[in-house]
């Protein structure tokens, strides 16, 4: 009878072949659907129908290692996750200036952050240059939130907690309420400091001035002096540094075309005159 290996047995290729962290957005041929989605993901499929949150709590690790995809672009390719991009948003509501402290419902509001994005789990991150129409992007994100909630969470609980997300997703989606209008400044003030710090970590050789555009969406009166505030640290971060600007404001980087799609994916967002 042959011994087990032992540890010193055992090449590390053996175990590990690649590179574990990286869990790939799933393709999808055709027409997208969340079925096409689920079928890619080589852990295997979430248990559906259950009285357990499991399946569930499976779903949530995709948060964590999907990449927000507007930095990729920039060759940052270890940078910020969905769920860490979601995690500030929550502590950030919980300093809600005073003036909109005492209107809000700010627990509902860390809530709103921690599941905004949640769709992006199978969907992925859609940004405003993936030439994904805004209609598309709402019926694949609507379409996984349905699934999350109804086929992994809706014998949960008696589907409680499954409703309870679904609709707090919905009213971040509607934006009329005061405090998803609150956790969308959030959201576009939470990549302004992103922008900020990546830029300043590699010092001065990287511009995200593009990115600035979002600013211009930020429609709460206290969220604009948030952005204002970040906006200027860049200012004086960039001063007398010689660089190639991608807001627009030299040689013409951001284009019409991009404006523009900038426009349509934000449509909606900003002050309310």
């Keep these: 009878m042959s011994s087990s290996p032992t540890e010193n047995d055992i090449k590390p290729n053996d175990v590990v072949e690649t590179d574990l962290g990286i869990v790939p957005v799933p393709k999808v041929e055709g027409t997208w659907t969340v079925d096409k989605a689920v079928e890619t993901i080589s852990t295997g499929k979430y248990a559906e129908g259950s009285d357990s949150p499991i399946g569930y709590f499976h779903l949530l690790e995709r948060l964590k290692t999907t990449k927000r995809e507007g930095w990729t672009r920039f060759a940052i390719n270890r940078g910020e996750s969905i769920s860490d991009h979601m995690y500030r948003m929550s502590m950030m509501t919980m300093l809600a200036p005073a003036s909109l402290a005492e209107k809000i419902d700010v627990n509902r509001c860390i809530k709103m ?14 940004t405003p240059v993936d030439n994904v129409p ?4 709402n019926r694949r994100e609507a379409s996984t939130m349905d699934y999350i909630t109804k086929r992994l969470l809706g014998n949960v609980d008696g589907g409680k907690q499954g409703e309870q997300i679904r609709a707090i997703w919905q009213e971040y989606e509607d934006s009329k309420t005061l405090e998803s209008l609150f956790v969308h400044d959030i959201d576009k003030i939470e990549l302004l400091l992103q922008m ?12 995200l001035g593009e990115f600035t555009f979002v600013k211009t969406k930020v429609g709460l009166d206290e969220m604009r002096a948030w952005a204002d505030e970040i906006i200027k640290e860049r200012e004086e971060f960039w001063a007398g540094k010689e660089h190639v600007r991608r807001d627009g404001g030299d040689e013409g980087v951001i284009t019409q075309e991009k404006e523009q799609m900038q426009e349509a994916y934000y449509a909606g967002h900003g002050r309310k005159e």
């Design 196 to 207: 900020v710090e990546y830029e300043k970590r590699a010092k001065g050789k990287l511009d």
């Design 134 to 137: 805004k209609t598309e992007k």
């Design 113 to 126: 952050a921690l599941i905004h994005d949640m769709a992006e789990s199978l969907v992925g991150d859609i």
